[in-house]
């Protein structure tokens, strides 16, 4: 199956710094990315849509000015939480939507800890 | 908008048992329906899908059924084994993105 990755798999960061994380597809062209968060031993919550070339489309409650999404390429988005703080803490995990039916494929996820 | 209810929320079943997870959904224009798994630490990987126009589709241990009038769909896995023991999440959407169910934590027991 298609492969997406996601980079870094873990970060530790310090209170007000900003974390870049990035979402690739190896082996297909994704027009559309999704980014989402998991708080521990909930579900995934859809925090934005990344289309490639234009702004990407915010749900109702995340501030697209804390969360950048950048999707510059067919195979790239970049998820930028700035001036992070503790309760920004969490798995956050990137899904790409290659040319197949509406199928997704799941980064590994990244595990953002604010300290 | 679309909202997805999965239950049961934990499950433990012997070794070799079968188990099966149950989602619901509203939006009757919903058409896609996929299963996921989650291990620890880990993004969900995709174990099997159906779409609305079919019935049931199986693949070795894992099927999954889908009843269109009453809106709700299963996840049914055969003969368990304790590398089976993750989350489970089903989805469904109309078109991407997809919603998600609150996940099913199953415990296989050898």
């Known amino acids: 199956g298609a492969v997406v990755s996601q980079h870094p798999s873990w970060v530790i960061c310090k209170s007000g710094t900003s974390v870049k994380i990035e979402c690739r597809s190896l082996?297909?062209?994704?027009?559309?990315m999704f980014w989402y968060r998991q708080f521990p031993k909930q579900s995934l919550m859809l925090m934005a849509t990344?289309?490639?070339?234009?702004?990407?489309?915010?749900e109702q409650g995340v501030e697209k000015d804390k969360f950048l999404i950048n999707h510059a390429s067919l195979t790239l988005s970049t998820l930028t939480v700035t001036s992070a703080h503790p309760e920004d803490s969490s798995f956050y995990i990137c899904?790409?939507?290659?040319?197949?039916?509406?199928?997704?494929?799941f980064g590994e996820g990244s595990r953002l800890t604010v300290l | 908008g679309e909202n997805v209810e999965q239950h049961p929320s934990t499950l433990s079943v012997q070794e070799g048992d079968s188990a099966v997870i149950k989602c619901t959904y509203s939006d009757s224009a919903s058409n896609y329906f996929p299963w996921y798994k989650q291990e620890l630490g880990k993004g969900p990987q995709l174990i099997i899908d159906i779409r609305s126009n079919v019935g049931e589709k199986k693949d070795q241990r894992i099927a999954v059924t889908l009843n269109k009038t009453a809106k709700h769909f299963s996840l049914h896995i055969t003969e368990t084994q304790p590398e089976d023991s993750a989350v489970y999440f089903c989805a469904a959407s109309i078109y991407t993105p997809l919603v998600f169910g609150k996940g099913t934590r199953l415990s296989v027991i050898a």
């Open positions: 899904s790409a939507k290659s040319e197949g039916p509406r199928e997704l494929f």
């Open positions: 082996d297909f062209q994704a027009t559309t």
């Open positions: 990344s289309n490639e070339g234009s702004k990407a489309t915010y």
